[in-house]
């Protein structure tokens, strides 16, 4: 019966730390950002480029910035946690998002010129 008291406890420990750190890495980049701030830190400058990403970034950054909110008025670190876990999921998902156009553009620059530069 005491391995197991052990066991709980070592693990409620670990958890307890996977959940500080998940809460203080998100907490440096916890701040509401602007579609075109996320255009700018991916290097997209053309209108037409930006046009053809409005309709999937839209919401996906509209929930993001609504999970910072919710996170700076949470009330206890339970739910902060949680939401700093939305934010790390919705920031993944937005990176997706500019992943798969970027290698989708290169890709298609490959074709057009034959270049693979």
Not at 14 to 42: A, G, T
Not at 111 to 117: I, K, Q
């Amino acid at each position: 019966m005491r391995d197991v008291f052990i066991c709980k406890t070592t693990r409620n420990k670990i958890y307890l730390i996977y959940k500080f750190i998940i809460n203080f890495l998100s907490m440096l980049n916890i701040e509401q950002k602007s579609i075109e701030q996320y255009f700018s830190e991916y290097g997209i400058n053309d209108p037409d480029e930006k046009i053809k990403l409005l309709p999937e970034l839209t919401k996906i950054i509209y929930d993001r910035n609504m999970h910072v909110v919710w996170y700076e008025k949470a009330d206890d670190e339970y739910k902060k946690s949680q939401y700093a876990e939305g934010l790390k999921e919705l920031d993944g998902r937005i990176k997706d998002i500019f992943d798969d156009f970027l290698s989708n553009k290169k890709e298609k620059n490959i074709s057009e010129t034959g270049d693979l530069a």
